[in-house]
């Protein structure tokens, strides 16, 4: 009998849970003719941007969450405090998605989780205040700046500069130079077709099959290993 009322207390905890959150998907779309960059400006909830080979568009999906069961409040905040914009400047785009600053009432603050699909051949610009970030089949050069949250890109053509508070780190297949700077949190690099940079505070580095260097201007605190490097490997002591 005392398994089976820990076991109802549990679920009925579960199904609280599940309609503590209100939850709102809104849909943006920009034409990307002339355009050759998306610059994202994010805060708490997560992001993934997809590189698609022939798209002319920019294509959003934003899922808005706000930790209240309360449907008129919940509104009310959106209305109040969410910046979600997609527009032209010059010859990139914008894209706004989050909550503005604010002292929240009521647990964890509300969060904007971001889908994106850019034309293959755009760059990004990506400032991000947590929350984790995918990045695949993109073209062009990406600077990302990241306050927490772990970072997976995969396919990516142009340059990369990612500069993280914390969180894990991931590239793999880059076919231009990987620079780094990273706060706290595991790196590992794959597959790069130019050099790669890191400067890093505290984690496990893992880099391999680079075409050309190796650069460590700081490793911290934790393991460093590396291999099929095709050019010099430079560690300072």
């Known amino acids: 009998?005392?398994?089976?009322?820990?076991?109802?207390?549990?679920?009925?905890?579960?199904?609280?849970?599940?309609?503590?959150?209100?939850?709102?998907?809104?849909?943006?779309?920009?034409?990307?003719?002339?355009?050759?960059?998306?610059?994202?400006?994010?805060?708490?909830g997560s992001l993934e941007v997809t590189g698609v080979a022939g798209q002319d568009e920019i294509i959003v999906t934003a899922t808005i969450h706000v930790p209240t069961a309360n449907e008129d409040k919940a509104r009310e905040l959106i209305e109040s405090r969410l910046v979600l914009t997609l527009q032209k400047d010059g010859d990139e785009a914008v894209l706004r998605g989050y909550f503005?600053?604010?002292?929240?009432?009521?647990?964890?603050?509300?969060?904007?989780?971001l889908e994106v699909q850019v034309p293959a051949r755009f760059g990004l610009d990506v400032d991000d205040g947590s929350g984790s970030i995918?990045?695949?089949?993109?073209?062009?050069?990406?600077?990302?700046?990241?306050?927490?949250?772990?970072?997976?890109?995969?396919?990516?053509?142009?340059?990369?500069?990612?500069?993280?508070?914390s969180g894990s780190i991931s590239v793999t297949d880059a076919g231009a130079d990987v620079d780094i700077e990273d706060g706290s949190?595991?790196?590992?690099?794959?597959?790069?077709?130019?050099?790669?940079?890191v400067d890093d505070g505290s984690?496990?580095?893992?880099?391999?099959?680079?075409?050309?260097?190796?650069?460590?201007?700081?490793?911290?605190?934790?393991g460093l290993n590396f291999s099929e490097i095709k050019g010099r490997v430079e560690k300072d002591s």
């Open 1 to 44: 009998m005392r398994s089976f009322l820990i076991l109802a207390m549990f679920t009925a905890s579960l199904a609280q849970a599940a309609f503590s959150e209100y939850e709102e998907v809104r849909d943006l779309r920009l034409d990307a003719a002339g355009l050759a960059k998306l610059n994202l400006q994010a805060g708490a």
């Open 203 to 222: 984690g496990s580095i893992n880099v391999s099959e680079v075409e050309h260097d190796l650069i460590i201007i700081d490793d911290g605190s934790g």
């Open 100 to 113: 503005d600053e604010g002292r929240w009432s009521w647990g964890d603050s509300p969060s904007v989780h």
């Open 134 to 165: 995918v990045v695949n089949g993109v073209s062009g050069d990406i600077d990302i700046d990241d306050g927490s949250g772990s970072i997976k890109m995969q396919q990516v053509g142009g340059t990369i500069h990612i500069d993280d508070g």
């Open 185 to 197: 949190g595991s790196i590992t690099v794959r597959g790069v077709g130019g050099s790669v940079t």
